[in-house]
């Protein structure tokens, strides 16, 4: 009965921006991935800060679960409501507030998505780098700390947001960081909300760093006849300190999807898709200086593309791997890995995961940004056949134990979620006891995202 006079006051506040209806609910209830539906009570669309707020109070009251929702993209659960409660959808929340050009930051609402802010940037001269593939709200992203494509060069969101506005778990709003370059005032609230999946607050406004967009582009594709090959040519290239802007892995089956879904004429190999960014005659050194790591090391079929097209055509066909690879498989569901480990030790990470792949005898592409040590297997299964999940889950048990074996991480940045809630202790022992007194410091009644990333009763260290 709590929760029905915590929707009948939401409902008092918010009028039609407040659904219940089974379609609404449902559309709120679905992930990208493998995860069971798990439909909100109720979903609102909050319009400014204020009414976060006073939504957040509402559900305090009533100690009603509470779950911020971007665009959905997410692939590890996060903005599944796992035990019901309200969605709270920031879509309407999607103005660019402000743009600080000469201090090279932008000031943004929750809802604007990456895309939407790069367009509006467009004249001048700025862009924000941070591309985790999908068209994704720059408050979820902020909020699973996303990376992507372009980190090897620009950083993830820990390097690319300067400031926050949280409304906390009590309705309190507070700022976090400023539009200095630095600060060495108190402890870096900012960066303990970036990461925090919606347990420790809920993200009303950015301060995001821009960066001058390039006066040259150049993007290439290549292949090798082994993923080692590959792999040591990143390597290569990294220790030489060649800068690129991104540096993408693909095996011969993705190469494959990529040829039936584009018509791309890939050969099916492993292939390296890099692209550099600088002056004209930076750029065309790194590319020559590349180049011949890459005739060095084997490679072979190496293209450039030349134009805006042909870059935006590759890099759309990279972004759009995954849908691809379902769409290989048709009626599939599937599962996304995400480890990353030092750079020394890829090569050998993917190798060993392409023998655990074969040996449970799934279909599983891997890529990655190998840039960052950060690869993915993308295992392809059949909705309806339990033992296929299993043995998948088996695979990715292991490949998080690979990780942490190496001195990597579980996660590059996908995040935790519902999915990998139950490999935290491994990889943090006391420290995600730590993650849980903060959650319960800031969120006693536990009301934000619950059953999410830190701690739950009976869980071990």
């Avoid at 400014?48 to 779950?67: D, G, K, N, Y």
């Avoid at 594709?221 to 991104?246: K, S």
């Avoid at 693909?250 to 999807?257: I, K, S, Y």
Wanted: charged letters at 20%; a negative charge.
């Amino acid at each position: 009965m709590a929760h029905e006079q915590a929707l009948a006051e939401l409902a008092t506040l918010l009028g039609p921006r407040l659904s219940r209806t089974q379609a609404e609910r449902d559309l709120h209830g679905q992930s990208e991935t493998w995860f069971a539906p798990t439909p909100p009570d109720a979903v609102a669309w909050p319009e400014t800060t204020a009414e976060v707020s006073a939504i957040v109070r509402i559900c305090a009251a009533h100690q009603m679960p509470l779950v911020a929702w971007g665009t959905g993209t997410s692939l590890e659960g996060h903005a599944l409501a796992a035990q019901g409660g309200l969605c709270l959808n920031t879509s309407r929340m999607n103005a660019v507030l402000d743009v600080l050009a000469e201090d090279r930051l932008a000031v943004v609402q929750p809802g604007v998505t990456r895309e939407a802010l790069n367009h509006d940037l467009r004249a001048t001269g700025l862009f924000f780098p941070v591309d985790p593939g999908a068209n994704a709200s720059l408050g979820g992203m902020a909020a699973t700390r996303a990376s992507g494509t372009t980190t090897v060069r620009y950083g993830s969101m820990r390097d690319n947001v300067a400031a926050l506005e949280v409304v906390l778990a009590d309705g309190r709003i507070i700022r976090t960081g400023s539009r200095a370059a630095k600060s060495a005032s108190g402890y870096d609230l900012t960066a303990l909300m970036i990461g925090s999946e919606g347990t420790l607050g809920i993200i009303t406004e950015l301060t995001l760093r821009l960066h001058g967009q390039p006066e040259a582009v150049s993007s290439a594709v290549c292949a090798f006849d082994t993923l080692e090959a590959a792999v040591e040519t990143v390597q290569l290239t990294i220790q030489m300190g060649i800068p690129m802007a991104r540096i993408e892995f693909v095996d011969e089956a993705v190469a494959r999807v990529f040829n039936a879904a584009n018509d791309a004429h890939m050969p099916e190999k492993p292939h390296l898709l890099i692209e550099f960014h600088g002056s004209e005659a930076g750029v065309a050194e790194d590319s020559r200086r590349f180049g011949e790591v890459v005739t060095e090391m084997g490679g072979a079929d190496f293209q450039w593309a030349t134009s805006t097209e042909d870059r935006n055509r590759l890099w759309k066909m990279r972004h759009a791997a995954y849908t691809s690879c379902l769409a290989a498989r048709p009626g599939c569901m599937g599962l996304v890995t995400d480890i990353c480990v030092p750079i020394s030790r890829l090569a050998e990470a993917v190798a060993q995961t392409r023998a655990d792949i074969a040996s449970e005898g799934l279909t599983g592409p891997i890529l990655g940004h190998v840039g960052d040590g950060n690869f993915h297997a993308i295992l392809l299964l059949d909705r309806n056949d339990p033992d296929e999940f299993a043995r998948a889950k088996r695979v990715a048990g292991k490949m998080a134990e690979r990780a942490l074996a190496m001195g990597g991480t579980i996660t590059g940045e996908h995040g935790i979620g519902l999915g990998k809630r139950g490999l935290m202790a491994a990889e943090h022992g006391q420290g995600w006891q730590v993650m849980g007194a903060i959650k319960a410091a800031l969120d006693p009644q536990g009301i934000l995202n619950p059953g999410k990333l830190v701690p739950q009763p009976g869980d071990d260290a």
